[in-house]
């Protein structure tokens, strides 16, 4: 049936509810004559008589029944769904997927979200571990993070973390009997914990910065891992050395669980930015973005 049939089976609907040509072009806003002609148009079309008309009401037959039976529930679903979105703009309500590494959504997105989520019940995260250059709009994501350095220019970003400062360590165990490297080059003569990226199937090269020299090497040893906190935790197993974000090893080198090396090499990157891809955010999306952003 053609798409502009469907508002006579609403007519169709409220005619056989209400038994009466009257009552129901009332409540359609059309006039009975209209109505009662849609109504015989509707019949053509099926090629059945739905409706049994007398001068003083309406009644189904049993065509109409069978029609009406399966009509109305339908149009029942979808007014309720068409109130329930109209409800979204005004009430914070939906899930918002979001992918991250797996160090921002631990140290950044979920201690921020917290609040906001004990706050509003019917809004629902849900966090994909990711640390592929994922294109949210094809893998039906809201929003994304990445370092600010990262972000795609046709996107809209708002910086929610300061900047990334990443260390070298190992553990005691392991830098017993080896002497730390002085420069970055001298991490081939090194165990190293090694991170895989599964955007261009290979291992991360290490980058390092002093004064205008930046540079990257490419170290071997005996663990590879696709998480961050499973690398720090080789590290404190003394397998080899890591390369991870400076706020996770900090406690563990206060304690002396953990030494750092190349501290003078150590880079910064821009912090971490949510990233989406319309300006015009669903109300559940603009409170996980005012729960992130950075104050001003």
């Given at each position: ?66 029609l009406l039976a399966t009509l109305a529930p339908r149009f029942s679903e979808i007014s309720a769904e068409i109130e329930a979105l109209t409800a979204l703009r005004d009430k914070p309500a ?158 563990h080198v206060d304690a002396g669980r953990l030494i750092a090396v190349l501290e003078d090499w150590w880079p910064s990157f821009p912090g971490y930015h949510l990233y989406y891809a319309s ?18």
């Open positions: 049936m053609k798409s502009e049939n469907w508002n006579d089976l609403q007519a169709f609907v409220v005619v056989a509810r209400e038994r009466s040509f009257t009552r129901a072009a009332a409540q359609l806003g059309m006039s009975r004559s209209a109505l009662s002609h849609a109504m015989l148009g509707l019949e053509a079309r099926l090629g059945i008589r739905l409706l049994t008309r007398t001068t003083r009401s309406v009644s189904t037959t049993e065509a109409g029944e069978r939906g899930v918002v997927r979001i992918t991250a590494h797996d160090h921002a959504i631990v140290t950044v997105l979920w201690p921020k979200l917290l609040p906001m989520l004990h706050a509003n019940p019917d809004v629902q995260v849900e966090f994909s571990i990711d640390y592929g250059l994922v294109n949210i709009v094809a893998q039906n994501f809201d929003a994304g993070v990445r370092t600010g350095n990262l972000v795609e220019k046709d996107m809209v970003a708002v910086p929610i973390a300061p900047p990334l400062r990443m260390a070298v360590v190992g553990s005691p165990a392991y830098m017993a009997n080896r002497r730390a490297p002085s420069h970055p080059r001298e991490l081939t003569e090194h165990r190293c914990i090694n991170l895989r990226l599964p955007t261009l199937g290979g291992l991360y090269a290490w980058d390092f910065a002093r004064d205008a020299q930046e540079l990257n090497v490419r170290v071997q040893g005996q663990a590879v891992f696709n998480n961050t906190f499973l690398m720090l935790q080789a590290a404190l197993d003394g397998i080899g050395l890591a390369y991870v974000p400076h706020d996770l090893v900090a406690p300006r015009q955010k669903s109300p559940a999306l603009a409170l996980v973005v005012n729960a992130l952003k950075l104050a001003s």
